[in-house]
């Protein structure tokens, strides 16, 4: 099989850029994600705005709170740098798509023609489960997390949360779930790069279910319900990861690998 692995090479040959010209390019796709994130952040401050954004994220909590009760600033700086700091992390949001393709576009002339078939897909997929996440962490986790600690909230205590608190806490949640959902990309890599095969994957579920476990724990607040509501979710995901794993090889093998390479 010497043939195909020569023609591999001579894909790529005379591709070859310069030390210099790689900075150059590197260059490039920072300032083009610098401007994604001015454009994202220009959007989001005409529509809804900072103080949209923060309404919006304190509708789970706010539903807890005694009627007409609402989110307290206790630093002097909180009005003022707290529906920034939303404001930058939703931008980031929003142009995540951009920024991961401009990763890919600095990635993709050392790739083969095979390897560029499954990158962009992986991007758009993995976008979608990191937005899958935080809107899972915005519609459900919250409001179920916040019920279950109002339970154990004496009745002589009223719940007036900090804002700048508040908003710490539910962006390292976003954060967590964000990241967490990206299993299945994870696996599907796994995979297709041989570090291991879908059946060590099949049987290393039982530890998987473990790790999920130790992982919420650590990443979540010490609440059983965000716990449940991040490492169920992970073991569900594991599993999506191992049915398309097989059949993201397959159509992710080179020409010469489809004969050769045994299925997963």
């Known amino acids: 099989m010497a043939e195909p692995s020569k023609n591999k090479e ?32 220009a959007l989001l401050a005409v529509w809804p705005g900072p103080s949209g954004l923060i309404d919006f994220i304190a509708i789970p909590i706010r539903a807890h ?10 630093g ?8 920034l700091k939303v404001l930058g992390m939703t931008a980031v949001l929003l142009a995540l798509p951009w920024l991961m393709y401009q990763i890919w576009m600095f990635v993709a002339p050392g790739l083969y023609s095979h390897e560029k ?18 809107a899972f962490v915005q519609f459900f986790v ?4 916040f019920t279950f600690i109002q339970r154990f909230a004496p ?11 508040y908003v710490e806490a539910i962006l390292s949640l976003y954060i967590a779930f964000g990241v967490a959902f990206q299993v299945p990309i994870v696996v599907m890599l796994l995979v297709r790069f041989e570090m291991v095969t879908v059946e060590k994957l099949r049987s290393f579920r039982g530890y998987f279910i473990v790790v999920a476990f130790v992982v ?7 609440d059983v319900v965000s ?36 299925a997963p």
């Open 76 to 83: 002097v700086f909180s009005p003022f740098f707290v529906p």
């Open 216 to 222: 919420a724990a650590v990443l979540t607040p010490p």
């Open 117 to 134: 078939r499954f990158a962009l897909p992986l991007i758009f997929f993995g976008s979608l489960l990191a937005y899958g996440g935080i």
């Open 155 to 165: 009745p002589s205590v009223q719940a007036t949360p900090d804002i700048a608190s």
């Open 10 to 41: 001579d894909e790529l040959a005379g591709t070859e850029q310069p030390f210099v010209q790689h900075l150059v390019e590197l260059r490039d796709r920072l300032l083009y994600c610098c401007y994604g994130l001015a454009v994202a952040a």
């Open 227 to 262: 716990q449940l509501a991040l490492a169920i979710p992970m073991c569900l995901l594991y599993e999506i990861g191992i049915i398309g794993a097989k059949h993201f090889v397959r159509h992710s093998r080179a020409p010469d690998e489809s004969a050769d390479s045994p």
């Open 142 to 145: 919250l409001d179920k997390m």
């Open 65 to 74: 709170m005694p009627e007409g009760a609402k989110l307290i600033a206790i």
